[in-house]
């Protein structure tokens, strides 16, 4: 019997992927839009048993697929991303009605996911090894990589696409068996990203999701598993930090892209209209939903009133309104509890002594979620309010002021994340040598940062550990083992 696909999905079910088949679970748990409050789907809620039996195939998987040929590994990822590549409408249809992102801002993730797949794929086929005759003498030796084992990967909802081509990508491509643990509020884009692997022939129990309504509990339980050698996790500082305690006692690998609180550093000779289009992007994008969105806007004190009067204009000029319609600029928050974490951060800037210069007002509120009309805080004088030392996880950008170039990057690297930071100058020198100088894992001069396959991609200090992507990305997911060979007799 064929099933009607969910929501218009090919291979979209709303239960688990386990050791190859799709299964029901004993709960359901419901998945919600936050443009309308309605519910979208029920899908299957995952606890212990499911996650023993996930764990329990993928080690199972793990010889055949670590000992399958790169090319062969590469022609399954491949067939996976051509797949995925003809249900980019109905998958990011299901994205923007999970998330409440602008339909095109889905389109061109799903895009991105399916480019960043078909890059890993062929990264697949390009592992070698070194050998080393005559290292010493009568001695030989091989430098291999080996895949590091089961790996749990635990991925947010802000980016529900992006960030399973990422980790999932890169960890098949390096021949490891993957449990992925999406986001309870965004389970049906993962669930629809592996749909296509599967449909592409991707041998049993090498990829299982599990879909649940208890991160914690499951997450835990999949963090000290035995059997899973390595954590990549996207999320924020806090459980990252959890996460990575969990993994201590078994000294497990642990990669962790955490939250970012990113700085712009504006110098008083940058191209005012570029500078401000491209930090209205860096901050706004996914309602200002992203780890590298740009937060902290430090502006130098000759081009300040220009930039803050030109700034607040534009973001007055946003447009927020139903995901699904051409124009839209901002789509809701995740859910109410992020759109009153923003309120209190806004009232105790403007209690610390910021000036809200536009925005701020809730709009559209319903049973998930609302939208928050775009904000942007203004900190007279060179104190900046301290509650600007936290990330505001939406559509909410500072403004502050600084007089030399030096104290402009102490404010920049005044935080303990350095994740990503965009400087503006007049010169793309004097923004490279600015650049230099910033404690952050990626710095974008005179442009909003693009995400590329080939570009590591990862957090200095609490921002996290390891690099995800390029080539940096696969060596996460690989062991070095050194083998001599000493010659006989
Ligand atoms: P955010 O604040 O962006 O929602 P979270 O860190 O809470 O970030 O969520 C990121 C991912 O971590 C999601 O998949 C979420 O389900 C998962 N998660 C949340 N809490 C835990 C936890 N205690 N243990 C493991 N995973 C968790």
Redo the contacts with the bound molecule.
């Keep these: 019997m064929t099933r009607e696909p969910l929501l218009g999905v090919p291979g979209l079910r709303p239960e688990l992927l386990l050791d190859g088949a799709w299964r029901a679970a004993a709960a359901t748990f419901a998945v919600g839009n936050p443009a309308t409050g309605e519910r979208i789907a029920d899908v299957a809620d995952a606890g212990l048993a499911e996650v023993d039996l996930a764990v329990a195939a993928a080690a199972a998987a793990l010889p055949g697929w670590a000992a399958t040929p790169g090319w062969q590994r590469y022609r399954v990822l491949a067939d996976g991303a051509r797949l995925l590549a003809e249900r980019v409408e109905a998958i990011a249809r299901v994205m923007s009605l999970e998330t409440g992102k602008p339909i095109a801002e889905s389109v061109g993730e799903m895009r991105n996911t399916v480019r960043f797949l078909e890059w890993y794929s062929h990264e697949a086929a390009r592992l070698p090894g070194e050998y080393w005759p005559g290292v010493a003498p009568g001695r030989d030796a091989y430098v291999v990589k080996e895949p590091v084992g089961v790996v749990a990967a ?5 980016f529900p696409g992006f960030m399973v081509a990422c980790k999932v990508g890169a960890a098949l491509a390096a021949g490891c068996a993957v449990v992925l ?4 509020q965004t389970p049906l884009t993962a669930l629809a990203i592996a749909a296509a692997l599967h449909d592409a022939g991707l041998p049993a129990g090498v990829l299982g999701v599990l879909t649940t309504s208890d ?2 509990t499951v ?2 339980a999949l ?1 000290t598993h035995p059997d899973v050698a390595c954590v990549t ?4 500082t ?3 930090e ?2 990575l305690a969990l993994a201590a006692p078994a000294i497990k690998r642990v990669l962790l892209e955490l939250g970012g609180n990113a700085p712009v550093v504006v110098l008083d000779d940058a191209v005012l209209d570029d500078a401000v289009a491209q930090v209205v992007r860096a901050r706004y994008l996914n309602a200002g939903q992203a780890c590298v969105a740009a937060n902290r806007v430090y502006v130098q004190r000759g081009i300040a009133e220009a930039f803050t009067e030109r700034f607040v204009a534009a973001v007055r000029a946003l447009r927020p309104g139903d995901p699904f319609e051409a124009g839209t600029d901002l789509g809701p928050l995740i859910e109410l509890a992020a759109v009153e974490r923003l309120e209190r951060q806004v009232a105790t800037a403007t209690e610390q002594g910021a000036r809200l210069a536009t925005g701020g007002a809730r709009l559209g509120e319903n049973a998930v979620s609302a939208w928050l009309e775009p904000a942007v805080l203004v900190a007279e004088g060179r104190a900046q309010p301290a509650v600007l030392a936290e990330e505001f996880f939406g559509p909410v950008a500072s403004v502050v002021v600084f007089d030399t170039e030096d104290e402009g990057v102490a404010l920049a690297n005044d935080t303990r994340y350095g994740l990503a930071a965009y400087v503006f100058a007049g010169t793309a020198d004097r923004g490279l040598a600015v650049a230099r100088r910033i404690r952050s894992g990626s710095v974008g001069v005179n442009g909003a940062l693009v995400s590329e396959p080939a570009l590591p991609f990862g957090g200095m200090g609490e921002s996290g550990l390891g690099r995800e992507r390029g080539r940096a990305g696969i060596e996460e997911f690989l062991e070095t083992k050194t083998i001599q060979v000493a010659a006989r007799g």
């Design positions: 635990i991925t947010p909802w802000n643990k999406p986001a309870e991160p914690a997450g835990t963090v996790f996207t999320g924020s806090a459980v990252g959890r996460l």
